[in-house]
């Protein structure tokens, strides 16, 4: 049996947003870095690339910090939307956090 499950629908649900911004990050500094260690190298077809690589670069950064503002809104969207349920509904919350407590309890009591 084949335990690699890699691209599967399950490992594509556990990567967050939050891991992908992460690793964009690292690639974009790699490249840079890539970018300033070739900056002394002769050549106009290297040249035009690295300034198409630089263009790309720029254009790949911004577009991941307004990625990452969207998320962030949304997550302060979710945390007043959960503060205002539980200020109109304490009863409800509390009932709920004392279920999911309940469960987990009971899962870590099996172990």
Not at 84 to 89: G, L, R, T
Request: glycine fraction near 8%; avoid cysteine.
């Amino acid at each position: 049996m084949n335990t690699n499950r890699v691209g599967t629908e399950t490992d594509l649900t556990d990567i967050t947003k939050d891991q992908l911004i992460s690793d964009f990050k690292v690639v974009i500094a790699d490249a840079e870095a890539l970018l300033k260690v070739t900056a002394n190298q002769g050549g106009e077809a290297l040249a035009a690339a690295r300034t198409k690589a630089e263009a790309s670069l720029a254009i790949a950064k911004a577009k991941i910090a307004e990625a990452q503002d969207a998320l962030m809104e949304r997550t302060r969207a979710a945390a007043r939307a959960t503060d205002d349920y539980v200020h109109e509904n304490p009863w409800r919350a509390v009932g709920v956090a004392a279920g999911v407590g309940l469960v987990v309890g009971l899962l870590v009591g099996r172990r």
